[in-house]
T-cell receptor
Framework: AQSVAQPEDQVNVAEGNPLTVKCTYS??????LFWYVQYPNRGLQFLLK??????LVKGSYGFEAEFNKSQTSFHLKKPSALVSDSALYFC??????????????FGKGTTLSVSS | ETGVTQSPTHLIKTRGQQVTLRCSSQ?????VSWYQQALGQGPQFIFQ???????GRGNFPPRFSGLQFPNYSSELNVNALELDDSALYLC?????????????FGPGTRLTVT
């Protein structure tokens, strides 16, 4: 079965420090991978995606993610965290078993808390 | 450019009742997907509508149904509400139905079933 795992419920970092939010996936085929962020009382906002090509993907707000096929991982990173980055982060993979092209399987989410 | 909007914001229904949630897609987007997000969980895919047709469904029973209109707006209907249907319902639109297009989400409708 296809799945996405976010092993950490919460990540705490100090402002200015680098941050990493982890994601691993399991799919039977080439993965389409996404990161979304959710702020309180708001919908999800798209950050970045990996479809093919360069393993390092750059996205919105200074975030980037590295696709690692051998480790089946797609970790989200940022060189210098901001307090305003504090939010709930979701990793998602396209559901290859669903005919709908937009069907995504989401992880449970990781709460990022950046302290000043 | 207008983003994805959803109505109502909050809704309280009684078990057994029926509910209709509405979504207006982002300008230029022809594909709408609906997701259910239970408390503390990631969103779960319900179904996708492309050019007024359902063309993919997640693991949800038939009492979850939808519509898409010629202007690409959409409705989610849930019949015979159960307590477990209490969740945040998210609508997302994308430029096309093909894989790889990013989805733009609305703020959601919070449904409480008592």
């Amino acid at each position: 079965a296809q799945s996405v795992a976010q092993p950490e419920d919460q990540v705490n970092v100090a402002e200015g420090n680098p941050l990493t939010v982890k994601c691993t996936y399991s799919v039977s085929g080439n993965p389409y991978l996404f990161w979304y962020v959710q702020y309180p009382n708001r919908g999800l906002q798209f950050l970045l995606k990996y479809i093919t090509g360069d393993n390092l993907v750059k996205g919105s707000y200074g975030f980037e993610a590295e696709f690692n096929k051998s480790q089946t991982s797609f970790h989200l990173k940022k060189p210098s965290a901001l307090v305003s980055d504090s939010a709930l982060y979701f990793c998602a993979v396209r559901d290859l078993a669903n005919q709908a092209g937009t069907a995504l399987i989401f992880g449970k989410g990781t709460t990022l808390s950046v302290s000043s | 450019e207008t983003g994805v909007t959803q109505s109502p914001t909050h809704l309280i229904k009684t078990r057994g009742q029926q509910v209709t949630l509405r979504c207006s897609s982002q300008s230029g987007h022809n594909t709408v997907s609906w997701y259910q997000q239970a408390l503390g969980q990631g969103p779960q895919f319900i179904f996708q509508y492309y050019r007024e047709e359902e063309n993919g469904r997640g693991n949800f029973p038939p009492r979850f149904s939808g519509l898409q209109f010629p202007n690409y707006s959409s409705e989610l209907n849930v019949n015979a509400l159960e307590l477990d249907d209490s969740a945040l319902y998210l609508c997302a639109s994308s430029l096309e139905a093909a894989p790889g297009y990013e989805q733009y989400f609305g703020p959601g409708t919070r449904l409480t079933v008592t």
